[in-house]
């Protein structure tokens, strides 16, 4: 399955997932259901895996940095239940700087992972086409 044939398999897995929750729920509860969705249709994916950060030749094994859900190992899924999408949501997509001292985790993105396509997805809107954001690193389309 190339990329964007699996990318349309997780969207109509997400859009699944919010016709049966709808918008209100948490981020955790969403990305469960997901997961779950991932499993029925035997997708294989990782959720809250560890992206460990080289820095001059020194691997950190664990900088805090954690994907929500990486598809396939070839798609990271960034799962919000926001108000909407921010711009600095797409830029932790693609490169996770940390948004705050306070934050208790923090996550990785399309840049230290290597991988090429990342959706973030918010489940928190009354349809889901509108709260879903493809974000490509030097993808060949």
């Avoid at 049966?20 to 997708?43: A, D, I, N, R």
């Avoid at 990782?46 to 190992?73: H, S, W």
């Avoid at 230290?112 to 493809?134: A, E, Q, T, W, Y």
Wanted: charged content about 25%; proline content about 4%; overall charge neutral.
């Amino acid at each position: 399955m190339d990329i964007n044939q699996l990318s349309g398999k997780i969207i109509g897995a997400a859009i699944e997932v919010h016709k049966g929750l709808g918008p209100g729920l948490l981020e955790s509860t969403y990305e469960e259901c997901l997961c779950y969705e991932f499993k029925l249709s035997k997708m294989a994916y990782e959720r809250q895996k560890t992206l460990p950060v080289v820095y001059k030749g020194v691997i950190k094994l664990d900088c805090g940095y954690r994907i929500d859900v990486i598809a396939e190992n070839m798609i990271i899924l960034e799962l919000k239940a926001c108000e909407k999408i921010e711009p600095v949501h797409k830029a932790q997509l693609l490169t996770y700087p940390p948004a705050s001292p306070e934050r208790e985790r923090w996550r990785a993105g399309l840049k230290l992972s290597g991988l090429k396509l990342g959706l973030l997805i918010n489940f928190n809107v009354l349809v889901l086409k509108d709260g879903i954001v493809r974000i490509v690193n030097q993808l060949e389309e």
